[in-house]
């Protein structure tokens, strides 16, 4: 059976990380668990039932948490940190859409400046 763990956890998406953040919980056993479309990750019971989490940007979402690594692995049934799924918990809020804006000033067909609202290093 299959066991999927989420850990470097932190409270908000946009949270800049200098450390892996906090364990999360530990759901299963599954008999199989798959990621469609880089936005969900299912996972499906041996009744053919099915738990699922969201992906919101690049963060797996549970319980007002955002996690940046689950795992999955094969454990026995007496996982210790096994904690029940709540498909209560697993529906994000709605985050507030964030556009870029990318302004590029070109003079005789060559790049003079660029402003952006895009944080450094992006």
């Not at 738990?51 to 795992?71: I, N, R």
């Not at 590029?104 to 402003?115: E, P, R, S």
Request: aromatic share 12%.
């Amino acid at each position: 059976m299959l066991y999927l763990k989420l850990f470097h956890g932190r409270n908000d998406p946009a949270q800049d990380m200098d450390d892996w953040g906090f364990d999360g919980p530990v759901f299963g056993p599954y008999a199989a668990i798959h990621t469609t479309y880089q936005c969900h990750v299912k996972m499906i019971k041996e009744n053919g039932n099915m738990d699922d989490l969201m992906v919101v940007g690049d963060l797996l979402f549970y319980d007002g948490k955002y996690y940046g690594d689950w795992s999955v692995y094969q454990a026995s049934e007496d996982e210790p940190l096994l904690q029940p799924f709540d498909a209560e918990k697993a529906n994000p809020p709605k985050l507030p859409k964030r556009q870029a804006k990318i302004i590029v000033y070109i003079k005789g067909g060559v790049c003079q400046d660029i402003k952006t609202n895009l944080p450094d290093g992006c």
